[in-house]
């Protein structure tokens, strides 16, 4: 890719696609691409009802989703490309958000082996900066 | 709870409310129960294209948030009784399942102490009874 | 292998080998085997002051070494055959066991793909039964 | 705790207790501390035969014990001080260390609630900067 913005341009592409596919990415049609690039994507969401429990706050399950999502997006701005194969996800809960909130979703590529690439997603409330949940995420790429 | 018949109904009322209630868990409502009691929970789903991701196979974050659902409400038929704040969910992804297969989603109580409950969850093809997924999941109950 | 007998033979070789190696396999030492064969491997061990914290519990340390390692014995019972590159180990720890009692470490292999290898282990308190921790072990064997 | 050189003496004094105390910690006897307070330790170890598996690579169990271990002199520096009890660690290896090497152990806090604790793990080729293992681990400390 030729740069951040290149980076950004193609996974909002590929992001649109895999939204409007009718799939369970459909969840993730809220998402927003923050910045994109050299292993790392960054996006942003607004919580709503959707996106929670029945107590009003973000879905453990969506967490996980995005840890999942966010993280696959980082790697295919490596020069790696291809999204790979879960293997493993790992989602530590830290602290409860609210509908109306808004959430950074900071993910990182930390490796990338021949066959093996590790991952590793920051959920950051986006007014207070506290961390929400921590994920890692490995991934099958051989 | 008065038996296991009593601890389904119960949870197929749960479920049938946190399904209709507009959040994240509407995700669910193709899930069927198929048994329920003493710290256990068995559900099934049929694999639609909504569950997918692009390439026709379940979906990492919906593989997740079975974890997640099924085990809370195999915690809901402890003496326990409330489902707890998630403070921990690990999944390994062993084996692809594609639209038209059905699997079941089976979650076991392993502990359940003053603060804390460990549950278990094995995600199985229905027809192959090959192990399609392995979730834990750690509670605070405190 | 030619069946339970041989297999737990074989271990209890290798197990030889790597624990008078020198390296961190000694702590393994008072490991005993009591069962292995098709993908499985039951070990025991008493606990004693070496593999406690300062407060008299099993070391959580030593807990996922316990499971790295006899995960790893299970792995070779297998087709697979060799012990393969860890991936990732994630350890719940839902009970403490104190120096004097006796813990059963007992690991199954799940799958073994062409790539992966994926592993689970129960730690159980001999006496009462009860889990003391339980571990998920990904390996990579390609 | 006055600072970061008080917080440095202190977790000193810690390791020697624990080291000496003829438990698992004594695995722990060739670890150097660099720094530490405000919810962060970072210590160093130069890999030697003992700290190996029988390839002469970085043990997996020490990998453990170390994520275990310098994330717990991270949490003492809070101000919740007490060392706490593990629910889970999780670990990622992410590349192989070999005897001779000399490894960074960066331990961080992530938050500290009520009842959890959250920290979070790198170990890291000190001459490379490469990153060996990643961990995560869960305390109660209610």
Request: charged residues 20%; positive net charge; glycine residues 12%.
């Amino acid at each position: 890719m030729s740069g951040a913005n290149g980076a950004k341009k193609l996974l909002q592409q590929v992001l649109s696609v895999v939204v409007e596919s009718g799939g369970y990415d459909a969840q993730l049609s809220k998402l927003c691409l923050v910045s994109a690039g050299q292993g790392r994507c960054v996006a942003k969401v607004k919580i709503e009802k959707e996106h929670t429990n029945r107590g009003g706050n973000l879905h453990g399950g969506f967490t996980a989703t995005l840890v999942d999502a966010v993280s696959t997006l980082a790697l295919m701005t490596t020069e790696q490309g291809a999204p790979g194969v879960s293997v493993n996800i790992n989602v530590s809960y830290m602290k409860g958000a609210k509908t109306g909130e808004e959430i950074l979703i900071n993910a990182e590529t930390l490796r990338v082996g021949k066959t093996m690439a590790f991952l590793d997603v920051d959920i950051i409330n986006k007014e207070t900066g506290d961390l929400v949940a921590k994920g890692s995420h490995t991934k099958f790429i051989g």
